[in-house]
């Protein structure tokens, strides 16, 4: 069966760093692009962040750019998504997702991992 399962979420103060993990099973994982997302309460689920199959390429959204890094390690099947200077504003329940490099679509979500950072 296909699984994402997000980890290492957590309170945290503003200015604070934090590392999330998504454990993938049940497909080839170095074959899929491997992306983040992140939902706020009362709003749309915001894309963060995308890596290549191989991890050669990466791409963020503005808000993120300097602060957050995503990255993989395909020997464990894992992905991860490195945030530091954490702001309030990113606040929110983070996902990740595998989606299929020809076409596009998405293979599977996880069921999210939510970080709070406040003081």
């Known amino acids: 069966q296909v699984q994402l399962v997000e980890s290492g979420g957590g309170l945290v103060q503003p200015g604070g760093s934090l590392r999330l993990s998504c454990a993938a099973s049940?497909?080839?994982?170095?074959?899929?692009?491997m992306n983040w997302y992140r939902q706020a309460p009362g709003k749309e689920r915001e894309f963060v962040a995308t890596?290549?199959?191989?991890?050669?390429?990466?791409n963020y959204v503005d808000s993120v750019k300097g602060r957050f890094t995503i990255s993989r390690d395909n020997a464990k099947n894992t992905l991860y998504l490195q945030m530091n200077s954490l702001k309030p504003e990113d606040t929110a329940v983070y996902y990740c997702?595998?989606?299929?490099?020809?076409?596009?679509?998405?293979?599977?979500w996880g069921q999210g991992t939510q970080v709070t950072v406040s003081s």
């Open positions: 890596i290549t199959s191989s991890g050669g390429n990466t």
């Open positions: 997702n595998a989606q299929r490099p020809r076409g596009g679509t998405i293979l599977a």
């Open positions: 049940g497909f080839i994982f170095s074959s899929y692009i």
